[in-house]
């Protein structure tokens, strides 16, 4: 398996709390991603980095930032929780842009 | 947006191959065809990707047609463990420098005993 750990696996916040979910990897892959997964939506892209310090946005970014100040770590922050962001995270990783994606385990945020 | 379609459900036997369809007719010429499944709860799992040629590794062969417009993922000798959905996505290969994978709703498998 790819060496990513994500963390925490599982989260209950309260609305209106800031939250950070970190992924870090030790396979010194350039490319870091964040999706969430709901029901009847599948994966959805977040947030990328295609280095440190480079990231961009994706389908779904409204609500969320990102970091990336080493390359081991991906930092997915919720400034203001909200109950719509209850979802389950995954963080992937790859090493070029167009190579294959390994994902992570997985967050399960609940915003109540 | 994801640029393919699945059919939501298919089923098969145990032991049986289990062919998993995918349409991508706007692929264009520097996108690959990726297979991700994803097991129950789980992070998805790469399972294989090609451009134009048939490839073929421990887990899967991936047939892709002749105008790039449709692959099949085939699984030769399913087993309860393969029971997921099955995700075909269109990405830029090498040299791209976006990187993005965007996933679709993918195939439910069920493999029965």
């Known amino acids: 398996d790819a060496g990513i750990t994500q963390s925490p696996r599982h989260k209950v916040t309260e609305t209106g709390t800031p939250v950070t979910l970190r992924c870090h990897q030790t396979e010194n892959h350039r490319y870091m991603y964040w999706y969430r997964q709901d029901p009847g939506h599948g994966l959805r892209l977040i947030h990328y980095s295609y280095g440190v310090k480079d990231t961009d946005k994706g389908e779904v970014s409204d609500g969320y930032s990102v970091s990336r100040s080493k390359t081991e770590d991906f930092l997915l922050t919720l400034e203001s929780a909200t109950s719509s962001q209850t979802s389950v995270y995954f963080c992937?990783?790859?090493?070029?842009?167009?190579?294959?994606?390994?994902f992570g385990q997985g967050t399960r945020l609940t915003v109540v | 947006d994801a640029k393919t379609t699945q059919p939501p459900s298919m089923d098969c036997a145990e032991g049986r191959a289990a062919n998993l369809p995918c349409n991508h007719s706007?692929?264009?010429?520097?996108?690959?065809v990726y297979w991700y499944r994803q097991i129950h709860s789980q992070g998805p799992q790469y399972i294989i990707h090609g451009l134009k040629n048939n490839e073929t590794n421990e887990m899967a062969s991936l047939i892709i047609t002749e105008d790039r417009k449709s692959s099949t993922l085939i699984l030769p000798h399913a087993t309860l463990r393969d029971t997921a959905v099955y995700y075909c996505i269109v990405r830029e290969g090498r040299g791209s420098t976006l990187g993005r994978l965007y996933f679709g709703r993918g195939t439910q498998l069920t493999v029965w005993p």
């Open positions: 706007t692929i264009s010429g520097n996108e690959y």
């Open positions: 992937a990783i790859s090493e070029g842009a167009g190579t294959e994606a390994f």
